[in-house]
């Protein structure tokens, strides 16, 4: 019976929807309701055979729109819809009766048609039905109902940024996110890391990212499957998270098929190049051969021996002249790289079935140059497939199921050395040294270099790693990553019950590889780098010039085939999986929602989840299978709404986790919410001309997190590991014999983070909607921060031979503002506008972290923001030799070991005892790294087919504090770590005739430069910088033209990201966003990107 009621309830709903069209056209008799005062009459009118035909268009593209329902107002069946044209034909039964046209997310729009039989119309978007609905963690509400802090985007503002990786596609975009790409540039881990209301515990600060309603990784998604991106940040959001959600929380909503008369395909594809944004200039061999004479010379001062050159005045001349090597290695290590990215979707349905399906393909191309000299890949590069599948069915008018299946394969690749080691090598390659020491008439080369076989790669003991060689000789990484996400969804209307009740029920199963091939051609270094089939050069200074002797670097692993060097695939070869996962969810959910006397609107959720993950580590042949991480809880929702006035929320989250003993495993987090719409109250019904909305609303809740340090499990628990044992006996004769020493150390009392957040915010539209504001103040104490201490805090003494377990210790104070608003108007008939500024402040302050107790207040971090720099203060340069000789006699120097001569730093006695010390003189000075206020500006243009997008992006109170090769002057025996060849030595440096304005130090020579080694303020930087950081400039094609080919809308367009800077940072030229300051990191990419968008 009950196969039988399914059965027919299928066929019942597919045959409405092939006769539904005909059923309203095919009518013969209509009721025409008519008004008279409050009461509605019906009668009966026979249908007159007036037919009234037109277009319906958007009031602000003026292209035709699919599917507009029509019908005559008062009149039943009466109902048609738009065709694929946007064109419509409809029967009315008197020349003056009037007709409704009504579409999802525009205005209803009703036209008496006073006898007319042709019309167009046009529709205008109804901004609030737009935004109507937003996803709010395992619920939606409507927007002018909610009560939290959500900050939402769409689709539409995601693909304005030509990025492979969603995370960076965000900075500017949502009040409340902090996007800092401190990873740089490099294709494949160019990843921004993402903060929600900035930091607020010296923990972890990540927030968890949902997508569809479960746990997961969003960094590869492809823009275009995106539905809708949304941001919670109050505890009253979060709350149902419970232990997850103190550090925010991500929802982001893939796409889903609609019920369309025809389905939707969409083609993408995009072509573009790339560059880094800012790289450092470097020194001509002139300009660096006579700063390195200076530097030597001041050396020997400071030790007291007789000056001497490396380079003579001739050889000086020689290469202003143009003779020898000048090399740009930037230059030589860089090119432009070519991007691409397709994507194919398809979207349709019926009020049956409805299904979305994308494809995606993404390809970073590489900037490194040289890369194909090896038959092997080993460019810096990144690839990725996207795919997607949501499928909806409604088995019957109540009973329905959902299958979602998404799909990502990574592939990046890169040199078998590093992309640091890359960049350090152009940053301290000395450019009158060859990349190959070739044998031609060059006067230098003769000269200068010895004349060996071309082709030779050169190195030497100081400069030991060759450009060329690192790109081509070290083999290459290759690394694939594939997710396959899964889940089915189930759900039952429970009217029979009481209305509004439903239940659902979703099963996930999510698998993760991740695969590595490595292919090392066998480089040696034993003090300076061999390549294989290639010779490496030891250097002997001399007065007047450098000599070269060579050695060969008889390692196997590549031989030379014409131009190309091939592999030896016998070499160093390694494949592995590692690390693979495998992880499932279960959710049962029970949702209420109901109104009751047309005033009291309440909703309700009760949801049971829980999620399992088999996780191992190591690699193939060598894996070992690590316990099951699990986490699971119980989530209660309660709303409440009278009249659309007065709002009111609960929320909580039980939740248990694995890394606290039994007693301590299960949390409860609670919060609240309330809100007033006090534009919908009568004493307000005046200011209805001109103000739309409203509404004030505060939360207030407990959340908390898990995250042990380092991400370690069961801190409880007390680990053991194997050990070779004690040497017993006279060490000449004694044995060791095997047993288990104490891993890390349990604590059994440890229990969860917790952070008690308030927030309080304000929302408004005015005039007609064309203006908005949202305006939210916050405040949070986070405290029992979860933690491991150091011996300079309350950690162990060195004698216990341990460190301290994880520990709840701490407690940091977290505040600030955010506010957005949002203008969008028209000029004319043909000129739109849109602008929508967004700003984020948050300053933390930390209470308490278990550190010692400092003899001054400034070396301390208690009071003081978290991730202050701690810096030496600049005071002057040492103005002559009589000033030298007092400083050193008098023991100033102190944690300096170097003499001091004319033109060194000093840095001020902060505690008066008369010597540099790291207690009593580093203080905390100017702001985080991570900036403390970020902002956005997106400003959107139209002008009839034209369009036209642009986003600044900005980040205020940050300060960057720049080191070893940003700043020193030459390497010395090791080029992983020091030396620079940037002009700014030249330009700014200290000598006898630059004393009264110069920026920087006198030079020296490697460890010769630890008086400004360590960090101070005179290289601690402003961070603050406005980015232009997306532009884009699209045509759409009228209908007129491409109708003709079946198409519905074609538009072509150019984008650009990361185009212009502008910083504080000039001297180093570094971008605002390195990560790494010392400079050694692959640069942030600017992209120029041309596309095509085609719907048919």
Known sequence: MKRKKVKQGVLSSIRGCILLAVFFLSANVSQLYAYKGNEVTVQEVKQSNVTVKGKVLDSKTKETLIGVAIIVKGVEKSGVITDINGEFSVNVPYANATLVFSYLGYRPTEVQLNGRRQIDVELTEDSRALDEVVVVGYTTQKRENITGAVSTITTKDLVQSPTANINNALAGRLPGMIVNQFSGGEPGVDKSELFIRGKSTYGDQSPIVIVDGIERDMSYLSANEIESFTILKDAASTAPYGIRGANGVIVITTKRGEATEKATVNFKASLGFNRPTKLPELLGSADYAMLYNEAKRNDALMEGGTPTNLFTDQAIADFRNGLGYNN?????????????????????????????????????????????????????????????????????????????????????????????????????????????????????????????????????????????????????????????????????????????????????????????INRNLGTYDDGYR?????????????????????????????????????????????????????????????????????????????????????????????????????????????????????FTEFNFGYNGSENFAKEKRYGFFPAGSIGWMISNEKFMEETRGWLDQFKLRGSYGLVGSDKLPGDNRFGYLQFYGGSSGTNFGYPSFGSGVNG??????????????????????????????????????????????????????????????????????????????????TWSDKIGKDFRYFIKPNFSFARNKLIYNGEIQYPNSWRGETGKSLYLNYVYEFDHFVKDQAEADALNASGYQGVFTNKLIPGDAVYKDLDGDGKITDIGDRKAMGHPRSPEIQFGLPITLQYKDFDFSVLFQGALNSSIMLKDAAIWDFPNFDQDKTGSVTPYHLKNRWTPETAETAKYPALHIGTHTNNKNSNSSLFLYDGKYVRLKNIEVGYTLPRRVIKFAGLSNVRVYAQGQNLLTFDKLGDSNLDPEVGNTSGYWYPVLKVFNFGIDVTF
Not at 533 to 558: L, Q, W
Request: charged share 25%; glycine share 8%.
């Open 740 to 821: 288990l020493n104490e891993g890390t150390l349990a604590n059994t009392a440890l229990t969860w983070e917790k952070a008690e957040k308030l927030n309080l915010g304000l929302d408004a539209m005015f005039l007609d909607q064309r203006l908005k504001i949202s305006f939210d103040y916050f405040h949070e104490d986070r405290y029992d921060i979860l933690t491991t201490l150091d011996d300079d805090k309350m950690g162990f003494p060195s004698i216990v031979g341990k460190d301290a377990p994880p520990l709840n210790v701490g407690k940091v104070k977290n505040h600030g503002i955010e506010f957005e608003v």
């Open 530 to 646: 061999k390549y294989p089939k290639y010779a490496t050069f030891m250097p002997v200074d001399s007065e007047g010039g450098r000599d070269v002797y060579m050695t060969p670097g008889n390692y196997a692993g590549a031989y030379k085939t014409g131009n190309k060097y091939e592999i030896d695939q016998t070499i160093g070869n390694g494949v592995d999986i590692k690390n693979p996962a495998h992880r499932t969810y279960y959710q049962l959910r029970l949702t209420y929602n109901n109104k009751f006397a047309d005033k009291h609107s309440v909703a309700g959720l009760l949801l049971l989840n829980r999620s399992n993950e088999n996780v191992y580590s190591g690699s193939e042949g060598s894996r070992n299978a690590k316990p099951n991480r699990r986490y699971q809880g119980l989530t209660g929702q309660f709303t409440y709404n009278f009249e659309d006035r007065y």
């Open 328 to 516: 740009d290695y930037f230059d030589y290590l860089f090119k432009t790289g070519i991007q691409q990215e397709y994507n194919l979707s398809v979207r349709g349905g019926s009020k049956v079935a409805r299904y979305y399906v994308m494809a995606g393909y993404t390809d970073q191309g590489t900037n490194l140059k040289h890369v194909d000299l090896s038959a092997f890949d080993a460019s810096a590069s990144f690839k990725k497939y996207n795919f997607r599948s949501n499928i909806d069915i409604n088995i019957t008018d109540k009973f329905w199921i959902k299958l979602d299946l998404g799909a990502r394969m990574t592939d990046r690749g890169s040199p078998g050395t590093s992309a640091e080691r890359l960049v350090t090598i152009a940053m301290t390659q000395p450019p009158y040294l060859p990349i190959f020491v070739e044998q031609n008439d060059n006067e230098s080369n003769s000269k200068y270099y010895v004349n060996n076989p071309k082709g030779m790669l050169y190195g030497d003991q100081i400069y030991r790693y060759n450009i060329n060689g690192e790109l081509t000789r070290t083999g290459y990484t290759q690394q694939k990553v594939t997710q396959i996400e899964s889940s089915f969804s189930m759900g039952y209307d429970l009217d029979f019950i009481t209305k509004g009740l439903k239940v659902a029920g979703t099963f996930s199963y999510d698998d993760k590889n991740d695969e590595w």
